[in-house]
T-cell receptor, first 112, second 113 residues
Framework: EAAVTQSPRSKVAVTGGKVTLSCHQT?????MYWYRQDTGHGLRLIHY???????EKGDIPDGYKASRPSQENFSLILELASLSQTAVYFC???????????FGAGTRLSVL | AQSVDQPDAHVTLYEGASLELRCSYS??????LFWYVQYPGQSLQFLLK??????VVKGTKGFEAEFRKSNSSFNLKKSPAHWSDSAKYFC???????????FGKGTSLTVIP
């Protein structure tokens, strides 16, 4: 079964530290996305990618970098984590022919 | 600019009642519209989508949604509601041709047994 796997599932980070969230998909999808979920804001797009070795900015890219080294893998990098980046992060993939997002289980990040 | 509005943050009803969750959108072109559901402690799951064609689209778990171009709405419906429908529901719009998806803030639905 096609799947999107995120790691870690939860993480506690210190302010100013570096955090890397990883995402792996077996859907053979071209598109991958990083969203964050905050109470009162729904899901907001951080970065996305439609091909390996290329990433695009979403609506809220500040403070985040993304990396797509292969079709299957998409990472979100917080170089200097801040308190405001405490949230749940979702990775998703999609096939342009289906227009449907497949989400990972999410990563709960707490920055202290 | 595109946007999705879900005006009701919370909806509560009794099991057996009909449910309707509201969604309105703003988009300059023909929209692709979606509903996703998030059960407590879980990730988001696809429910249904409207791309073109019939205004009423049916999805999983007995849900359907009606696309109304006249008032830019895409409301989610189900009758009767079941306690297991308690979850958070998100309406989304695709930036057509760009594969970008924009989500509303979600509606938390509580169905009382």
């Amino acid at each position: 079964e096609a799947a999107v796997t995120q790691s870690p599932r939860s993480k506690v980070a210190v302010t100013g530290g570096k955090v890397t969230l990883s995402c792996h998909q077996t859907n053979n999808h071209d598109y991958m996305y990083w969203y964050r979920q905050d109470t009162g804001h729904g899901l907001r797009l951080i970065h996305y990618s439609y091909v390996a070795d290329s990433t695009e900015k979403g609506d809220i890219p500040d403070g985040y970098k993304a990396s797509r080294p292969s079709q299957e893998n998409f990472s979100l990098i917080l170089e200097l984590a801040s308190l405001s980046q405490t949230a749940v992060y979702f990775c998703a993939s999609s096939d342009s022919s289906q227009n449907t997002l497949y989400f990972g289980a999410g990563t709960r990040l707490s920055v202290l | 600019a595109q946007s999705v509005d879900q005006p009701d943050a919370h909806v509560t009803l009794y099991e057996g009642a009909s449910l309707e969750l509201r969604c309105s959108y703003s988009y300059s072109a023909a929209p692709y519209l979606f509903w996703y559901v998030q059960y407590p402690g879980q990730s988001l799951q696809f429910l249904l989508k409207y791309i073109t064609g019939d205004a009423v689209v049916k999805g999983t778990k007995g849900f359907e949604a009606e696309f109304r171009k006249s008032n830019s709405s895409f409301n989610l419906k189900k009758s009767p509601a079941h306690w297991s429908d308690s979850a958070k529901y998100f309406c989304a719009l695709e930036n057509t041709g760009y594969q970008n998806f924009y989500f509303g803030k979600g509606t938390s639905l509580t169905v009382i047994p």
